[in-house]
């Protein structure tokens, strides 16, 4: 059986992709469940009745004291659910047609883990780069991935004892880190898409400072893969250092020069606004180390 988990908390776009996931299940020929695992507090019971046909509601009580229940909540779907074969995506996404039949293909075939494409719906911004597959290896699988259009089997995650609930943010990324030091492999499904609106420019700001105070906790967590930092992810080391070094522009007045650097290779992608990302980015992994 397949299982298709979505989390959500206040976020009434769920029933479009809702009915996009519905619509996906007529390409399968296994049995399939869905399940939402929602922290709303029953402001979105309109949606659920709509849907009650076929969707398992679980109504997930937040945990005293904790604020953001992502990694909670995906726990709990995985261990409600009853599928040997696990698909993650989230509330807003709208998958494309072929998605979930292309994404649990190759676990029908006998891989582990599979991780898809995700892109901005219509033009609008993409926090992941190259749709999640910024990490891409040369036999097509990846170091990392979201878990925004990913799928596994439950042996996988019984094998790493699931999500991280310490993490607010980043759990997503320690998960696949921990499954691929276990020694399984993430293959990329570029044929298996969903897009997202992943809201305006200061949503994104607040999304861009928030992943980088939990990648610096990714780094405090996972030792050994400091040592490969600066050449496996050198936005956590490089943006932190230039803002720390600003005040060296009262002796050095050119050196913000040196962002002109980074904009020009990134001159295809938006200079600002990948710049602006970036930069609050290396605040959240100060503010992090900072204890802030």
């Not at 599979?114 to 290896?137: D, I, K």
């Not at 997503?172 to 898409?193: E, Q, T």
């Not at 904009?263 to 204890?291: I, K, M, P, Q």
Request: proline share 5%; net charge positive; charged share 25%.
């Amino acid at each position: 059986m397949i299982s298709v988990v979505i989390i959500s908390k206040d976020e009434p776009v769920i029933d479009a992709t809702l009915t996009a996931v519905r619509g996906q299940m007529a390409d399968l020929a296994v049995p399939y469940e869905i399940l939402v695992v929602d922290a709303s507090d029953g402001r979105l019971d309109d949606i659920r009745r709509t849907h009650e046909s076929d969707v398992r509601w679980i109504q997930f009580e937040r945990p005293t004291g904790v604020r953001v229940t992502i990694p909670h909540q995906r726990n709990a779907g995985v261990r409600a659910a009853v599928g040997d074969v696990i698909v993650f995506t989230d509330a807003g996404c709208h998958p494309e047609a072929g998605w979930l039949a292309n994404l649990i293909a190759p676990l029908l075939a006998g891989e582990d883990v599979t991780a898809g494409l995700t892109l901005a719906a219509a033009e609008g911004l993409n926090p992941y780069r190259n749709g999640g597959m910024l990490h891409l290896l040369p036999d097509g699988y990846l170091k990392e991935c979201p878990t925004i259009n990913m799928a596994f089997r439950r042996k996988v995650f019984d094998a790493i004892g699931g999500f991280d609930e310490s993490f607010a943010y980043g759990s997503d990324s320690d998960f696949s880190w921990r499954l691929v030091d276990a020694g399984f492999r993430i293959l990329a499904v570029p044929d298996a898409i969903v897009r997202h609106d992943w809201g305006g420019r200061r949503r994104q700001l607040r999304r861009s400072y928030m992943y980088g105070k939990a990648r610096a906790r990714l780094y405090r967590k996972h030792r050994s893969r400091r040592r490969r930092v600066l050449r496996d992810d050198p936005v956590v080391v490089v943006y932190p250092l230039f803002l720390l070094g600003l005040p060296l522009t009262l002796i050095f007045p050119l050196y913000p020069a040196l962002l002109l650097i980074p904009a020009w290779r990134n001159r295809s992608a938006g200079v600002f606004t990948v710049l602006a990302d970036h930069l609050v980015y290396g605040a959240g992994v100060l503010a992090e180390l900072a204890g802030r």
